[in-house]
């Protein structure tokens, strides 16, 4: 990952905190990922009179030219992955005097988009399915990850659309990204963390809420 911009500092704390680090890692042991978004908001059109959800991430209009980033599959932002976390956050353990010791929980889906092209180039992406980018994520970023107060467990992952984007209206994702060399997949994960996860890192302070290949660092 190329040396990232940083464009501001922010105070990320509570499950928002154990996310930056993911981020972070997967930013760093993934080299063909160009985005990894933070934790996405479910927003509401309305379309020939019902309600259309998709995932968004709030962005910066000076940056972006627009309130929110779409995160349904797209060309343009290339491979990237985002988190879908659920509503509940659990209290594993409370009432110890000193509030960094508490520990939390919660489930969370990383949800990728991706184009096998932009991953294996020449020839080889012909030979590779989705399976080969959930083998990537498991075997360079997940199994890798290692920090003082974060720890996770990837519990299933899945590849239809329907259950990818599950509590999205996903037929709204365009017919070309159902078909090769497009895909995505999800994988679901129970994080554990402490609220003051390792006080003393160089993260300490900053949000990265989006972090891409492309060395583009973004705050919340």
């Not at 990952?1 to 940083?6: E, G, I, L, S, W």
């Not at 978004?37 to 709030?58: E, H, N």
């Not at 932009?118 to 498991?138: D, L």
């Not at 402490?194 to 060395?215: A, F, K, R």
Request: glycine share 8%; aromatic share 16%.
């Amino acid at each position: 990952m190329a040396n990232p911009t940083q464009i501001a500092h922010v105070n990320p704390v509570l499950e928002d905190r154990a996310l930056l680090y993911l981020q972070q890692h997967l930013a760093d042991t993934l080299p063909w990922l160009n985005y990894a978004f933070g934790r996405a908001s479910k927003l509401a059109i309305t379309r020939d009179v019902r309600q259309v959800y998709y995932p968004a991430y709030p962005a910066n209009d000076a940056v972006w030219g627009k309130e929110y980033i779409h995160l349904w599959p797209d060309e343009n932002l290339g491979n990237f992955c985002f988190f879908d976390l659920r509503d509940e956050q659990i209290v594993t353990e409370w009432g110890k005097r000193n509030m960094a010791n508490n520990t939390y929980r919660f489930g969370a889906s990383l949800i990728f988009s991706f184009n096998l092209k932009k991953i294996y180039g020449g020839e080889t992406w012909k030979n590779s399915t989705t399976a080969n980018v959930v083998n990537e994520v498991f075997v360079l970023a997940l199994a890798t990850f290692a920090n003082v107060g974060v720890s996770i467990k990837a519990d299933r992952y899945f590849y239809h659309t329907e259950n990818v984007y599950r509590g999205y209206t996903h037929n709204e994702v365009k017919n070309q990204f159902n078909m090769r060399p497009y895909g995505c997949f999800r994988i679901d994960l129970d994080v554990n963390y402490l609220p003051g996860c390792d006080e003393e890192s160089e993260l300490s302070g900053i949000g990265y809420d989006i972090i891409g290949g492309t060395g583009i660092v973004y705050p919340g």
